[in-house]
């Protein structure tokens, strides 16, 4: 029986420290529950610590039958090749939320592997993107290049991050994306980028355009988007005008809220706690 109200949420290092029985209760209940699972996954170097030093490892994932093309993970900047090449074999899928790991001093998620054992891997902003635009086409870029791997010979085909951002990353469990292709009987939800907007002020017309667009494209590239056909943005002021609108009236409520607010808090009591905690839970 599936239950599509059912929201289910468990502290991370909390379950890492737990028995086998608990954990794959846990993940029966979970199968069993909802059809899609997504959580974050070795999103820090306490976790990647604490996981090595655990029963926690990815391995006991794919064993107790958890991995499959129903669950995907955020994060994922802890794992090592056998682990990518478990994820691989098993169809779930991993998602790079690469600001948001820059801006928590998370780590690096591992592109390079990732994209030469052709792991099944999106895109994702966490709400948290490196300079608070949310833009998709940017973190695109962002992803590129924050790999974990340096040196001239680490550089990853932008053709994969495309990918990641399209069909690779519309297989993330529960979102119900568009697939990310374009072709007969597919939903038509396109963006559609002004070339010469990208390629502004010059690029070399030998440049590959689809790595044009992950190097340079930005929002302000665009020109059009249509979702199942229906266009929901365009280059006429009627579009700018509704976002500046939607903008401005964000801007209005969190003025008010922050004016009933007492004022900045001092959060290094509660910092100290979580630091604690973690440093408990590690020695475990």
């Known amino acids: 029986m599936k239950f599509s109200r059912l929201l ?27 059809d899609d699972v997504h959580g974050a996954w070795f999103d820090s170097t306490y976790t990647g610590g604490g996981v090595r ?27 090592d090749e056998e682990d990518f090449a478990l994820v691989k074999e098993s169809g779930a899928v991993l998602v790079n939320n690469a600001s948001s790991n820059l801006r928590l001093r998370s780590g690096s998620f591992d592109l390079r592997t990732a994209a030469r054992l052709d792991v099944t891997a999106g895109i994702g902003m966490d709400g948290c993107t490196i300079d608070d635009d949310q833009d998709f086409l940017r973190e695109m870029r962002v992803c590129w290049l924050n790999d974990r791997e340096s040196g001239v010979d680490a550089a990853v085909d932008p053709a994969f991050v495309l990918k990641m951002a399209t069909s690779k990353g519309a297989r993330i469990a529960a ?4 697939p990310g292709v374009i072709a ?15 390629a502004w ?5 030998d440049v590959d355009p689809l790595a044009l667009a992950v190097q340079r494209a930005s929002r302000g590239c665009v020109d059009l988007t249509l979702v199942g056909g229906k266009k929901t943005w365009g ?13 401005d009236d964000i801007r209005r409520v969190m003025k008010k809220l922050r004016a009933a607010d007492s004022g900045r808090r001092d ?18």
């Open 8 to 34: 289910l949420v468990l502290p991370l290092l909390a379950v890492f420290s737990c028995t086998h029985t608990l954990k794959d209760g846990t993940y029966q209940l979970t199968v069993l529950s909802t």
């Open 53 to 79: 030093r655990s029963l926690m490892a990815v391995k006991h994932y794919a064993d107790s039958g958890f991995l499959g093309p129903w669950v995907s993970f955020g994060h994922a900047v802890w794992l």
């Open 175 to 178: 979102v119900k994306l568009s």
């Open 184 to 198: 007969p009987g597919e939903n038509a939800d396109l963006v559609c980028l002004n070339m010469e907007k990208v």
């Open 201 to 205: 002020p010059y690029a070399d017309p």
């Open 235 to 247: 280059t006429e002021p009627e579009w700018q005008e509704r976002a500046d609108a939607a903008a």
């Open 267 to 284: 959060n290094a009591e509660i910092l100290e706690r979580v630091r604690a905690y973690y440093r408990e839970s590690l020695k475990r």
